[in-house]
């Protein structure tokens, strides 16, 4: 588990820092720029790091669901190998999903006026400056990024399924205990695959909102993540204490 939290903490690094920066001097700067290369560089990065974080929840999930519906097999099935075996798989779908992404916007021709309605450089935006019918590329960031969200959520919620269905048939409570220990993770996924499923399933319209999910998704949630997982972790409470008593009575 916490092998897997320490790759979410570095992936969230990555998607926190794509277009925080950028995004910071542009509210301090009248003059508000990009260059095609960086625009199409955030695009990579976002989808890459996005990308792998989504798979990286579906193995989190994948393992919620070996440590309590098959305990006696967790270290068997959740060894080493296997969940480096499982974020090297996430590096490389997220990889695939970027690279197939900026395929399509790469070669697009750009005659102007180019001006990204976001905060960032994303493809429903960039897309829309285009001097050609777009409906096609569209339809086919769509059928990625669509599908790459709703299948991963799909997963992450038939995961939490088979939990609760497991443990039903348990002593009491067990259903209540289950879902303690899975909060902090549906919480995570919720926050995240929200708003990546709300923007990405509607590309062709521009909603009042799409701006503040945008900001949301790749700043706040990256950084709620590391207070979540702590807050909602019996074993870092206890080891916060322990160290904040320690300082206490140093001083």
């Known amino acids: 588990m ?25 509210f301090l700067t009248d003059r508000k720029i990009i260059s095609f290369g960086g625009c199409m560089f955030q695009i990579f990065l976002f989808h890459f790091a996005g990308g792998a974080e989504m798979v990286l929840l579906v193995s989190m999930a994948y393992d919620r669901y070996v440590a309590i519906c ?21 590096w490389v779908i997220g990889f695939l999903h970027s690279i197939s992404q900026i395929a399509f916007t ?34 086919l960031m769509i059928s990625d990024s669509g599908l790459i969200s709703v299948s991963c959520f799909l997963l992450v919620m038939i995961s939490y399924t088979a939990i609760l269905l497991s443990v039903r048939q348990r002593a009491a409570g067990s259903v209540t205990k289950a879902l303690s220990t899975c909060s902090a993770h549906i919480m995570v996924v919720t926050l995240f695959f929200g708003p990546c499923i709300f923007i990405y399933l509607w590309p062709f319209s521009e909603f009042a909102v799409d701006k ?25 409470k206890t080891a916060m204490k322990k160290l904040w008593n320690q300082q206490v009575t140093f001083h």
């Open 2 to 26: 916490y092998f897997l939290l320490g790759n979410l903490s570095f992936v969230d690094m990555w998607l926190a820092s794509f277009a925080t920066p950028k995004m910071i001097r542009d």
């Open 70 to 90: 098959k305990p006696l097999h967790y270290m068997t099935m959740m060894s080493r190998q296997t969940c480096i075996k499982l974020v090297f798989i996430s």
């Open 106 to 139: 790469v070669n697009l021709p750009f005659c102007g006026p180019n001006e990204v309605d976001s905060f960032h450089c994303d493809l429903p935006q960039v897309i829309k400056l285009a001097c050609m019918d777009t409906y096609v590329l569209g339809i």
């Open 212 to 236: 503040f999910l945008s900001v949301f998704y790749t700043v706040f949630t990256p950084l709620l993540n590391p207070f979540i997982y702590t807050l909602r972790n019996e074993e870092m």
